[in-house]
DNA sequence: GGGTTTTAATAACGATCATTATGAAATTAG
DNA sequence: CTAATTTCATAATGATCGTTATTAAAACCC
């Protein structure tokens, strides 16, 4: 009963998202998030709720819409395959639109008022989720022997972390695909190669 | 002829600075700074000018007074040290600080409403100027033989900075001192080593 | 088809934003 | 001591912030 929704709530959240992956979450207003929507305010309000929660259902949304290449690299058989998978998928991502450049994750809020307090602290969580998913998988690496016993898989996740993070801002910038692939490449050159196996026998 | 300033400028400028490096140029409003500078706002305002002119002038004392271990880095005599020196001097520059952690630089603007758009690339700008040094330093490197024929000096800037930034944003985000020097050390690991001068006599 | 319910659009809300009039207090010049 | 000048603190400016009444339009139920 009652009047349907005239605007397609998933079109609408694409608008928002974009608005945000440019300006961030508190450079983005809610002028600029309805006319990206196509929607007036209340129909945000009504559909997402609050800024915060709206902020929310974007980054939801932008990690099963742009980063679904992390899962997928998280299967691949050895690290450094892991690693660069997700180097290059990020450098596309944080490259191919012009419009907003970078990452969500990095651009929401890095430092902000005391009111994105709560939305900083999503941020911080979900890039600590990823970084533990990223040490899970290199200690399982460590394990196959795809990495050396004197790998550290804490240091290698956070070190990969800090280069995508890097690339980020530096893609905000302005930096060109090459330019970050060259700064990949470079990251990667130092990536623990597989165990020689001294004592160990291939089976 | 005229009233006596009661408050220090420098003092003032400090506690500024202090605020712009927590929450970033938009999230710090005057009641913030006013609080941090003790001082109302009339008075930031005569002896400043606007926010931007506030910030920059901060900027400026950031650099005069935490960020001279930069010049002092492009003295040393490898490109290995350069390289450490700055990550380790940033590190503790990211960290020393409980109440703002993270870099200035950085934190900002990376992402905000088009009204801060103005020092987005002033800060853009700054990052330049040092990916610009850095490269310079590391081409002199090369040509002194501290670098491989083989090494891209351009590359090698670009790397760094994205470490060092990327290294500012988990400092942001609480990252231990211990957790950033495991990073650097793994960026290092992979640094350039000198010309193994197969043919070269040293003299 | 009237009554109910949900959505849509306009416009208003109080709060806060950066910026600045305003007038009192303080210092120097004549 | 008076006049001129600068700084000080209070408070007001218009604009914009996120959020929400309010009212009209549309779609369902009985």
């Known amino acids: ?76 058989p050895t690290s450094r395959e892991v690693a660069a998978h997700i180097l290059h998928n990020a450098i596309d ?10 990452c969500l994750v990095i651009n929401g809020v890095l430092a902000g008022s005391d009111d994105a307090e709560p939305v900083r602290q999503i941020l911080i969580e979900a890039r600590a989720v990823a970084e533990a998913q990223l040490r899970g998988r290199f200690e399982q690496a460590k394990a196959e022997g795809d990495l050396p016993e004197t790998a550290k898989p804490g240091t290698l996740a956070a070190f990969l972390m800090a ?25 990667l050159s130092c990536w623990p190669g597989a165990k020689s196996t001294p004592s160990g026998k291939s089976s």
Chains 1, 2 share one sequence.
Request: charged letters at 25%; aromatic letters at 12%.
């Open 93 to 102: 991502l944080n490259t191919r639109f012009s419009n907003h450049t970078g």
């Open 163 to 187: 280069v995508l993070h890097g690339m980020a801002v530096q893609a905000k910038a302005g930096f060109s695909r090459e330019t970050l692939e060259a700064v990949a490449e470079q990251a």
């Open 1 to 76: 009963m009652g009047r349907h929704r005239e605007f397609d709530v998933e079109k609408a959240l694409d608008g928002v998202l974009c608005v945000f992956w440019r300006k961030g979450y508190e450079g983005a207003s809610y002028a600029d998030l309805t006319a990206a929507a196509g929607v007036e305010r209340p129909a945000l309000y009504s559909a997402f709720g609050n800024k915060e929660a709206l902020f929310r259902k974007a980054l939801a949304r932008y990690y099963e819409r742009y980063l679904d290449y992390i899962p997928a690299a998280l299967k691949l």
